[in-house]
């Protein structure tokens, strides 16, 4: 593996121990020459591993081993921040992403509509994971218009997911907060957030209000818009 990209990488060291940072970038290097889907197994194979006796461990890199996921995000913004060209504003768009996924070992799944599939006049839905997407928009000197790099994704477990696990159901909207405040947190700065429709809503602009962070969104065309009450201020 390269130098430039070993220094990237060890930002993250830290948050883990040795043995589980060892087949961390073990995997990292598979997904980087791996073509097609990158299963672990497939990630394995192009590294000459396909015979590892012991090829489970590399699977509990991602739902056993201890290393913090919030932290991981917390240095990937620092490092894509690094990116930014002096005075250029801090833009992170959300979005939802959804992942086909079925079966009975995915407890979190749900129907929601398909963006791709769906038209104005027909509404497709699919059964997956629901995945809210934070990423930084960075102007890259290969390319004319800015990239949005992701930085910290959020699995919104469905409302049926959730009676069934016994957890209280939280929206959409809900988890975008949490995300902003931690955003906010890391950042202790300005910034500006983008988002669809479906963050055009008050509370979330409430917050972002209080959290100084600008939220631009699309509002209907019908949408009444008032001034704010004096016990809001």
Request: net charge positive; hydrophobic share 45%; proline share 5%.
């Amino acid at each position: 593996m390269p130098d430039t990209i070993i220094t990237i990488l060890s930002a993250f060291a830290p948050l883990m121990s040795s043995a589980t940072w060892l087949k961390a970038t073990t995997l990292i290097k598979g997904a980087l020459l791996c073509r097609g889907p990158r299963r672990i197994t497939s990630l394995l194979r192009v590294l000459g591993l396909s015979n590892e006796p012991r090829f489970e461990k590399y699977h509990r890199v991602l739902n056993r081993d201890k290393w913090s996921c919030v932290l991981c995000a917390k240095i990937l913004l620092g490092l894509l921040i690094a990116l930014l060209p002096s005075g250029f504003p801090v833009i992170v768009l959300v979005d939802e992403t959804l992942e086909r996924r079925k079966g009975k070992q995915i407890k979190a799944k749900g129907y929601y509509r398909d963006a791709v599939r769906s038209t104005q006049k027909k509404v497709v839905k699919c059964l997956g994971l629901k995945w809210i997407c934070m990423t930084l928009v960075v102007p890259l000197p290969w390319n004319k218009r800015p990239w949005a790099l992701p930085f910290l994704t959020v699995l919104a477990p469905s409302k049926q997911a959730n009676e069934k696990q016994g957890r209280s159901h939280r929206t959409t909207v809900d988890w975008t907060i949490t995300m902003v405040k931690l955003v906010t947190r890391w950042l202790k700065r300005s910034w500006i957030l983008v988002g669809d429709g479906a963050y055009a809503c008050i509370e979330l602009g409430h917050r972002c209000r209080k959290l100084n962070v600008t939220l631009i969104s699309r509002l209907r065309l019908d949408a009444c818009l008032y001034e704010l009450g004096a016990a809001l201020f």
